[in-house]
């Protein structure tokens, strides 16, 4: 099923799309995102903005929504997840289409993202029977004291265009197993991938007869996004995006005392070691610095390669780099796609630019495509330019394909290499030597969220907690034990004696 077809059989008029109380579309707005697709240009559809009256009907909704939904028991509401699961493996090539089309990535990792809703749903519904608080043996006579963890209300999910569909979901099913309601702002990029995720979880509401703003979305920039950060209701901000985004969004919460969950930029490095299995090193940095075009948050970014082996990589990049495909993300064929719009190509054109006024060399050359296939302007040519760590450019995430090489003489100076950025998401080594595996590893290793030994560093799997430190925004969210950020504990203490002993040896005589 084509995109547009997909968004129709929703219900979806795509031509004036509203603000979604749940399963109430608010239209009315005047203000409206048109929403392009990068594949080939074409205009997919018109979302309204959500104004400052619809935002207070969706909190609304949401804040009655919370009194139903957090009385459930946990594993029920564990059960809708699983529905929901059901829905998406129903819909997964309608969805995974629709990601492809309106996002830019191939349709493989489109599926893939879809895939990863499926499987946090699973997660979830595990969880929903696990959500432990610990029992402490009390120092007082006859008395118990465990701790219990209760959901926080209204979790407001802050999402990027890149993921256009997964992070939410990371987000939204571990806070739903929580107890939580959830009001989704999703990247103004990519507004309609989040009207059909919103569509198909109300499905399963409806057929429930639970109340619709157990998830509600509202559309918009950086202003309706501002709503739900400044707003006292929403206890948690969960924010996926650019670290300039979180420097404000961090602030803004965190002046109303509330929590903020940063899951902001990367500048991933992969170290080659003379040890090193050069096959999996070129899979690893290609796939880590051309997949989704550069437009991962855990894309290769530096190559720090040991100097007895770097011109053997350095010639082995530029061969696999021949051989990339670059078109149509919906044809398998392809292995790149487009960047996410004209601002993106820009930003990437400035990057190579500084890159050679800096004094770097290409390895291979970057541009923009033009031609049949390469209309909406937004296609360009990964590229590999050999830099130095320590230049503005380098230390800077620029989201496209830019691999940035680089030497090294000691595994010590490599760590170093590595760790000297402002972000600390996802980092790698390649190596056959356990010894520098483990140094890697070591507290004295990697500074990153993410260390990995020869897998490269795009990429997670859902089981762990994803997120990274410094600039990256120190926010953990998915697998593990990242749900315990989306619910309050509460220590509890109960006297079954018949007397109440203070604390201190303090008494009073009545
Ligand atoms: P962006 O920062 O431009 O926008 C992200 C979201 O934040 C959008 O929904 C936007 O409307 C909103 N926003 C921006 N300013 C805001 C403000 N002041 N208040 C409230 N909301 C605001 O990012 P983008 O271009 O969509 O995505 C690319 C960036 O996201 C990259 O830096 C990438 O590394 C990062 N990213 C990080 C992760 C991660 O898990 N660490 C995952 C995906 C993307």
Request: net charge neutral; aromatic share 8%.
């Amino acid at each position: 099923m084509q995109p547009k077809e997909f968004l129709r059989k929703l219900g979806l008029k795509a031509k004036n799309a509203g603000t979604w109380t749940g399963q109430q579309s608010l239209t009315g707005s005047a203000r409206s995102i048109q929403s392009y697709s990068p594949v080939d240009g074409q205009l997919i559809g018109s979302v309204t903005t959500t104004t400052r009256d619809q935002y207070e009907q969706v909190i609304t909704c949401a804040q009655e929504a919370f009194k139903v939904w957090r009385d459930m028991p946990a594993p029920k509401r564990g059960e809708i997840v699983r529905q929901y699961g059901d829905v998406l493996r129903q819909y997964k090539d309608p969805l995974g289409r629709l990601v492809s089309y309106e996002m830019g990535k191939s349709l493989q990792e489109g599926y893939g993202e879809v895939q990863e809703m499926i499987d946090i749903c699973d997660f979830a519904v595990g969880l929903s029977r696990q959500l432990y608080g610990l029992t402490m043996h009390s120092e007082r006579p006859a008395h118990r004291m465990y701790e219990q963890w209760h959901p926080l209300g209204i979790v407001g999910i802050i999402s990027a265009f890149n993921f256009p569909v997964a992070v939410w979901s990371w987000n939204a099913c571990i806070a739903w197993v929580c107890g939580d309601v959830c009001v989704w702002k999703a990247s103004e990029k990519t507004p309609l991938c989040s009207i059909a995720c919103q569509l198909l979880f109300q499905k399963v509401l409806k057929a429930n007869n639970l109340p619709e703003g157990i998830s509600c979305i509202i559309n918009g920039d950086y202003k309706v996004g501002e709503m739900m950060t400044k707003d006292g209701r929403v206890p948690l901000v969960s924010a996926t995006g650019s670290t300039r985004m979180g420097k404000t969004v961090g602030k803004t919460v965190a002046e109303r005392l509330g929590r903020s969950l940063l899951e902001l930029g990367g500048n991933n490095a992969i170290i080659v070691t003379p040890s090193a299995d050069l096959k999996i090193v070129l899979t690893g940095a290609v796939f880590g610095a051309v997949g989704t075009a550069g437009q991962r948050c855990t894309t290769t970014r530096r190559l720090i390669v040991h100097s007895s082996m770097y011109n053997d990589v350095k010639n082995a990049l530029a061969g696999a780099y021949k051989q990339l495909r670059i078109g149509d993300p919906l044809d398998a064929n392809n292995h790149v796609g487009p960047l996410i719009d004209k601002g993106a190509v820009q930003n990437y054109l400035n990057a190579i630019e500084a890159v050679k006024k800096a004094g770097g060399t290409m390895v291979v050359d970057g541009g923009v495509l033009e031609g049949p296939g390469y209309e909406s302007g937004c296609y360009v040519k990964p590229c590999v330019a050999e830099a130095q760590n320590s230049w503005d450019i380098v230390q800077h995430e620029t989201f496209a394909p830019i691999l940035y090489i680089m030497k090294y003489d000691t595994i010590e100076e490599a760590i170093a290499m590595q760790n000297g950025v402002p972000q600390g998401l996802s980092s790698a080594i390649m190596t056959g030597n356990l010894r520098e595996a483990e140094r890697f590893l070591s507290v004295a290793g990697s500074d990153c969220g993410i260390a990995n030994v020869n897998i490269g560093t795009s990429g997670a799997e859902i089981g762990g907690a994803f997120g990274g430190e410094k600039e990256t925004g120190g926010g953990r969210e998915s697998g593990s034990d990242s749900w315990k950020a989306y619910m309050r504990r509460q220590t509890n203490t109960i006297n079954y004696s018949e007397s109440v002993p203070l604390a201190q040896g303090i008494k009073f005589d009545f």
